[in-house]
């Protein structure tokens, strides 16, 4: 029997996970739900059905998960407590200081209604993060460093546009190259936020708005830009969408570490990713979760989940045996 999935918000990270259905023989798209008018909306699907948001309630039944595919600014931590009251639920927050509120609100709703919640599925949060804890526990004895881009940051981005006076904005995460050297080459350098990364902004202010108060909102926003060299370019909206119309992104996940009774060998594992659409990456990610979900709460289990809780081979479509015959 196919896993029916739902999708909430259909941006592009639910146009992506739709293409990311398709791809899943195991899944089929039950329903999509917006806040904007359904007949407004064209889906790719055939006879797939569009429901207003509110709506989503009463479809319980009907549905297996639930993928939510709002922002982690204002979206998700509303959306996702109240869907996982109904639904088993996936979505792709990314707010790292903000996980741990977030975990614990949608715990609370999803073990009330017996229900699963994976949160923070995507690649970082995500399979960084699970790429983060694999190495600190081979190599307890190193240290963690992460670098992303240079891409475009969807949640920064998100973040950017919810500014007033602000019409459309795309923001890059561009890793500082002499410190990713540093630690390629094994010297283990101590640090900053600032030292690792710069962002740079592009933004097209709508008619009238303030640009020196956006910007100076930008580069003081907690959490996203607060604590980096931040550059903000006002642009047209001709420029935004004949320069910046893409959404890659990648980076990687590196751990330097010694092993030896005095630490005389020296290692470096390192994980990357090079993404040319950062949205179908992170929906591929969310779907695999889904098909998780579903199989743990046949186990029995509730409440709310990362991918450090999950099995490997709970993500695969693949049996068991065939996992073990062709992946092992």
């Known amino acids: 029997m196919s896993i029916r999935i739902a999708i909430a918000g259909y941006g592009n990270l639910g146009r992506g996970v739709e293409c990311a259905i398709r791809q899943n023989p195991d899944m089929e798209l039950k329903a999509v739900f917006t806040r904007r008018d359904p007949a407004s909306l064209s889906i790719r699907t055939p006879g797939v059905p569009v429901y207003p948001m509110e709506k989503a309630a009463e479809m319980a039944e009907e549905i297996d998960v639930m993928i939510l595919c709002g922002g ?43 229900k699963v919640a994976v949160i923070s599925a995507g690649w970082d949060p995500g399979m960084f993060s699970l790429n983060r804890l694999y190495a600190n526990a081979i190599l307890p004895d190193g240290k963690d460093y992460t670098f992303w881009g240079k891409g475009v940051s969807q949640g920064h981005s998100d973040a950017i546009r919810r500014i007033e006076g602000v019409q459309d904005a795309r923001q890059y995460t561009i890793p500082v190259e002499s410190a990713v050297e540093a630690v390629r080459a094994g010297k283990n350098p101590e640090l900053t936020t600032r030292e690792k990364h710069t962002r740079l902004c592009y933004v097209v202010a709508k008619e009238g708005a303030d640009k020196a108060r956006i910007e100076k909102e930008i580069k003081t926003m907690p959490n996203y830009f607060a604590d980096y060299d931040t550059t903000v370019h006002f642009i047209s909206q001709e420029e935004m969408q004949r320069d910046h119309s893409g959404l890659p992104h990648g980076g990687c996940v590196i751990r330097s570490g010694r092993t030896g009774w005095e630490g005389e060998h020296h290692h470096v594992i390192e994980y990357s990713l ?55």
């Open 274 to 328: 090079k993404l040319d659409s950062n949205p179908e990456f992170t929906s591929s990610v969310l779907v695999a979760c889904a098909r998780a979900a579903v199989r743990m709460q046949q186990e029995g289990q509730s409440g709310c989940k990362t991918l450090f809780d999950i099995a490997p081979a709970y993500l695969s479509a693949q049996s068991g045996e065939e996992l073990r015959s062709h992946l092992l």
């Open 72 to 114: 982690s600014a204002t979206d998700l931590p509303v959306q996702t407590p109240a869907m996982a009251a109904h639904f088993n639920v996936v979505d792709s927050f990314d707010t790292h200081a903000k996980i741990p509120e977030h975990f614990a609100a949608v715990d609370q709703a999803a073990k009330a209604a017996g």
